[in-house]
């Protein structure tokens, strides 16, 4: 397989594959966010796994993606295809500097890679970090090999036994599979917003806007809170449900990257 990933390098250009995926991603997030149902895989549980804003191309360590969830922050290094090598190797050089950063917070903040296709060898470093977090006391030969790989590649970046430990409790790898309208996370994606945000059959078209709102906020660098990317569906034309549409009206803007605030509410994300 080739890899398509971004370059993830600020404001810099970026292959439109990969940023299709990326857009996906982010609406997917958005979805969660506007359904109110927590996100599926990551290590918090029930409410604190409910997403509260998302933005892109932030001016962070881990910059396609972060999201704001109501027990901590996730930082989202997204690939189309996620494999040992390059990909793998530009997450976790970001991941490292996320965490010398000082303003995270290593009992609430986490860093992931995501990814619509994971190599077997990517699987298996998520299911061993997985494990390592609910103190499993085993591994397969498998995941201690993805272990020990993350390891040799972490100290080769210049990681200290400290910074391993922590990427080790707070990193994250997801399969998401978003980019095409079919793909099962994309379908979910419509679920999610169809009666439940938007009305009866209006799902589809949706995630959609929501796809293409994400092209624009990563354009813009700018992320939304619920409300926020809730009023960017309404001005779509999209018709919201009765409870939604109540909502839609407290919308609030930021800058993914000085994080100042477009709309005069307090800035969500630091």
């Known amino acids: 397989m080739t890899d398509e990933g971004l370059s993830a390098s600020a404001g810099g250009a970026h292959d439109e594959a990969g940023g299709q995926y990326r857009r996906a991603l982010a609406a997917l997030f958005v979805a969660h966010a506007l359904n109110g149902l927590e996100f599926q895989g990551l290590p918090l549980g029930g409410q604190a796994g409910t997403v509260e804003s998302v933005a892109l191309e932030t001016d962070t360590a881990v910059d396609d993606i972060v999201v704001v969830l109501r027990g901590g922050r996730l930082f989202v290094q997204a ?138 906020a990563a354009r813009l660098r700018v992320g939304y809170t619920t409300a926020g990317w809730l009023t960017e569906l309404r001005k779509c034309g999209v018709p919201l449900t009765a409870a939604r549409e109540a909502s839609a009206s407290d919308a609030v803007a930021y800058s993914s990257v000085t994080g100042k605030n477009l709309s005069g509410v307090a800035r969500p994300l630091t």
Do not use: C, M, N, Y
């Open 79 to 216: 690939k189309r295809t996620l494999r040992w090598g390059r990909p793998l190797e530009e997450a976790a050089r970001q991941w490292l500097s996320a965490v010398r950063h000082a303003d995270f917070d290593s009992e609430a903040d986490f860093v992931a890679a995501a990814g619509g296709t994971l190599f077997s060898a990517v699987a298996a470093l998520g299911r061993a970090l997985d494990r390592l977090r609910s103190s499993a006391t085993s591994l397969t030969g498998a995941e201690r090999d993805a272990i020990g790989k993350l390891r040799a590649l972490l100290v080769s970046l210049g990681a200290t036994d400290e910074e391993i430990a922590v990427i080790t409790r707070r990193a994250v790898v997801l399969r998401r599979a978003v980019e095409e309208d079919s793909e099962e996370h994309a379908e979910l994606g419509r679920l999610l917003l169809d009666q439940h945000v938007v009305k009866k059959g209006e799902g589809g078209r949706a995630w959609r806007e929501l796809v293409a709102i994400a092209g624009r």
